[in-house]
């Protein structure tokens, strides 16, 4: 059974930049869930989706957007890159239904924000 | 808004040594709390969950206790080994399944 798998590992952009980060749910997962880990710092979360629409969002500029497909995969696009999003991107699944959920996490995209 | 507060590291203890590392959380009501870790190089993990007040979470030796009335969730674990080096977050999820973090604390465990 496949966990949650995302790419690429790491990537290296420049500011002004656009990116897209890729994730793959755990398989039976519905939701997916995106979280910013600055270095030596908790996650922050980005947004979550859920049926291909976004359920919640933090507090995060407009740069950020996400997109889900039918098949539960989703992206997190980033615009005009600006050094300060250097971090690790974490995405996350679990099944949208369950009051007690627990998220599953990937291993996360390393961006570098030349 | 919901916030969690956890012990600055790193701490470093000696293998069979006792852990605890601190944890409160500030909620507007009555939260689902977490611990996890994240191995070097690696993604979270869950390490143990509790969903009410007084529930005890537990597993791979690691307990914390859900304790509504001091808004904490203590991580403890009787004795380290070297492989429970990692960093450890505690965490919390009260509206729609978004997890709040701690800053995280580092654990360095020595033979």
């Known amino acids: 059974d496949a966990g949650v798998t995302q790419s690429p590992t790491h990537l290296i952009k420049t500011r002004g930049q656009q990116v897209t980060l890729r994730c793959s749910p755990k398989s039976g997962h519905d939701t997916v869930s995106w979280y910013q880990q600055a270095l030596g710092q908790g996650p922050q979360f980005i947004f979550q989706?859920?049926?291909?629409?976004?359920?919640q969002r933090g507090n995060f500029p407009d740069r950020f957007s996400g997109h889900q497909f039918p098949n539960y995969s989703s992206e997190l696009n980033v615009n005009a890159l600006l050094l300060g999003d250097s971090a690790l991107y974490l995405c996350?699944?679990?099944?949208?239904?369950?009051?007690?959920?627990?998220?599953?996490f990937g291993p996360g995209t390393r961006l570098t924000v030349t | 808004g919901d916030s969690v507060t956890q012990m600055e590291g790193p701490v470093t203890l000696s293998e069979e040594a006792f852990l605890t590392i601190n944890c409160t959380y500030t909620?507007?009501?009555?939260?689902?709390l977490f611990w996890y870790v994240q191995y070097p190089g690696e993604g979270l993990q869950l390490l143990l969950k509790?969903?009410?007040?007084?529930d005890k979470g537990s597993n791979k030796g690691f307990e914390a206790t859900y304790r509504k009335e001091t808004t904490s969730f203590h991580l403890e674990k009787g004795s380290v080994q070297v492989s429970d080096s990692a960093v450890y977050f505690c965490?919390?999820?009260?509206?729609?399944?978004?997890?709040?973090f701690g800053a995280g604390t580092i654990l360095r465990v020595k033979s």
């Open positions: 965490a919390l999820s009260e509206e729609g399944n978004k997890l709040v």
């Open positions: 996350a699944s679990s099944l949208g239904g369950a009051l007690f959920y627990e998220q599953y």
């Open positions: 509790a969903t009410k007040a007084d």
């Open positions: 989706y859920y049926e291909e629409e976004e359920r």
């Open positions: 909620a507007t009501g009555y939260p689902s």
